[in-house]
């Protein structure tokens, strides 16, 4: 039985001591179990690093060539992240509080606030440079975030050093689309402002990030915007899924994968067709239109949801589109006239002088072999690569290999 040996009170929160063992009780923030005994791993993890909690978090910050090489490898981040957080701090602003990025090591990139506030941060080293991981300043938002890698708060009394006592700290791990932690958005405060909905707001604001970056790092692949509800879709809690042109599933956000229940790692060994029961070609057919509705889908756990397919790559029309940019140049003239001459772009002088003199004469008359001859040209092209030509077609391996297992049979 836990026995308390003393006890102290700040803003809602009780604190029972039993030898080492501090146990938060935070039932006027409403936060349960779960946060309580996050809070209570990280101090024991601070103790077993040998941090005393009266004892002076390290204060010292990395030199300035160390932070601008922090910066300079995290430089794609600070340009994803910098707009979401003045939005985030124009939802904050007057609540003597700052806004603060950090890398996956804890180490803060960026930071903007209230101007009373930030004097009073830096004197607990909350400014750009410093390491807010828990081995630098025991049990916070930021460095129990990384470690956990989910939503964080950290109020007041329940930060490890008590020099840190003073603050309230919400931070989200902003994660990549394969589930890799980039850095962390936190907003810290004074304990005494601490507001229910700064979380929420925390929240939103990494999945905005990591929605952008998704956007950004796969802009080629196609991208299937999904949720349970169909008026959902295009908002903050849609799931976004990115796929190859060959259906392999290859990343997604933190919605999609909350909202099918599965790590991103599982995800990935999916492809639309196992997810969904869905191709890719299907998904360019209904969506080659900006007014296609969504598509209702099933997964096979029996989960509905509504997906809408976004894809930047060329969508051919016809057959001629594809050949005209795939085939190599000096062969387009043959195919060109057995598919059609107005659908192809006219060569160069300099391209129909290396085309072979008898190409007209050997060019395919039938669809059959006009597809054939696409196939072959993509395939050599591609040195072989059967993946990149099903690509380059846009169409699937399947219909290749067994176009060329027809055209082994026949010769």
């Given at each position: 039985m ?5 006890a102290?009170?700040?803003r ?12 938060p ?9 779960d ?6 791993r990280?101090?024991a993890?601070c ?6 909690r009266i004892?002076?978090?390290d204060?010292?910050?990395i030199?300035r ?11 794609r981040?600070?340009?994803?992240a910098?707009p ?9 602003v007057?609540?003597?509080?700052m806004v603060?990025?950090?890398d996956?090591?804890g180490t803060i990139l960026h930071?903007m ?5 930030l004097?009073r941060?830096s004197k607990v080293?909350?400014?750009p440079?410093?390491i ?5 300043k025991g049990?916070?938002a930021?460095g129990?975030?990384?470690i956990?890698e989910?939503?964080?708060?950290v109020h007041?009394d ?6 840190n006592?003073f ?6 791990p ?7 932690i980039?850095?962390?958005l ?10 229910q ?11 905005m ?5 998704l956007?950004d790092?796969?802009r080629n ?6 949720h349970?509800?169909?008026?959902f879709?295009?908002?903050?809690m849609e799931g976004?899924i ?7 599933i290859v990343?997604?956000?933190?919605s ?11 995800l ?5 067709e196992?997810?969904?029961g869905?191709s ?6 209904r ?9 209702p889908?099933r997964t096979p756990?029996?989960?509905?949801f509504?997906?809408h397919?976004r894809?930047?790559?060329?969508v051919?029309s016809s057959?001629?589109e594809?050949v ?5 140049e ?11 001459p107005a659908?192809?772009p006219?060569p160069s ?5 290396r ?8 060019a395919p008359?039938?669809l ?8 072959t ?5 591609a040195?072989g690569?059967?993946s990149?030509a ?11 290999y067994r176009?060329l297992?027809a055209?082994q049979?026949?010769?």
């Amino acid at each position: 039985m836990v026995t308390p040996s003393s006890a102290r009170s700040g803003r809602g929160n009780t604190w029972r001591r039993h030898d080492d063992a501090v146990r938060p009780i935070a039932a006027a923030l409403k936060l349960g179990p779960d946060h309580e005994e996050a809070i209570n791993r990280s101090h024991a993890r601070c103790a077993a690093l040998g941090l005393s909690r009266i004892g002076r978090p390290d204060l010292g910050p990395i030199g300035r060539a160390d932070l601008e090489v922090a910066r300079s490898r995290t430089l794609r981040l600070h340009q994803h992240a910098v707009p979401v957080m003045e939005m985030l701090f124009d939802q904050i602003v007057n609540t003597h509080s700052m806004v603060v990025l950090t890398d996956a090591a804890g180490t803060i990139l960026h930071a903007m606030g209230d101007d009373d506030f930030l004097a009073r941060a830096s004197k607990v080293a909350l400014q750009p440079g410093a390491i807010w991981s828990e081995a630098h300043k025991g049990t916070n938002a930021v460095g129990t975030a990384l470690i956990a890698e989910v939503p964080t708060l950290v109020h007041a009394d329940e930060h490890f050093f008590h020099a840190n006592h003073f603050l309230t700290c919400s931070a989200a791990p902003i994660l990549d689309p394969r589930g890799n932690i980039l850095g962390v958005l936190d907003v810290s405060g004074d304990q005494r402002s601490y507001h229910q909905h700064t979380m929420a707001l925390v929240k939103m604001s990494a999945r905005m990030i990591e929605n952008h970056w998704l956007t950004d790092d796969l802009r080629n692949v196609m991208r299937l915007h999904f949720h349970g509800r169909v008026d959902f879709i295009g908002t903050l809690m849609e799931g976004i899924i990115a796929a190859r042109p060959d259906g392999r599933i290859v990343g997604a956000n933190r919605s999609a994968l909350e909202q099918l229940g599965m790590s991103g790692a599982t995800l990935r060994m999916h492809s639309l067709e196992t997810l969904f029961g869905t191709s890719v070609g299907t998904l360019v057919d209904r969506f080659r239109s900006p007014l296609a509705t969504p598509l209702p889908v099933r997964t096979p756990a029996g989960s509905h949801f509504h997906l809408h397919a976004r894809f930047d790559w060329p969508v051919w029309s016809s057959l001629a589109e594809a050949v005209a940019a795939q085939v190599p140049e000096a062969a387009r003239p043959a195919v060109a006239l057995a598919v059609a001459p107005a659908a192809l772009p006219k060569p160069s002088s300099e391209s129909a002088a290396r085309a072979p003199l008898n190409a007209q004469a050997a060019a395919p008359q039938t669809l059959g072999a006009i597809t054939l001859d696409a196939i072959t040209h993509a395939v050599e092209a591609a040195h072989g690569n059967i993946s990149q030509a099903s690509r380059a077609l846009g169409i699937s391996r399947n219909t290749i290999y067994r176009k060329l297992r027809a055209m082994q049979r026949a010769s």
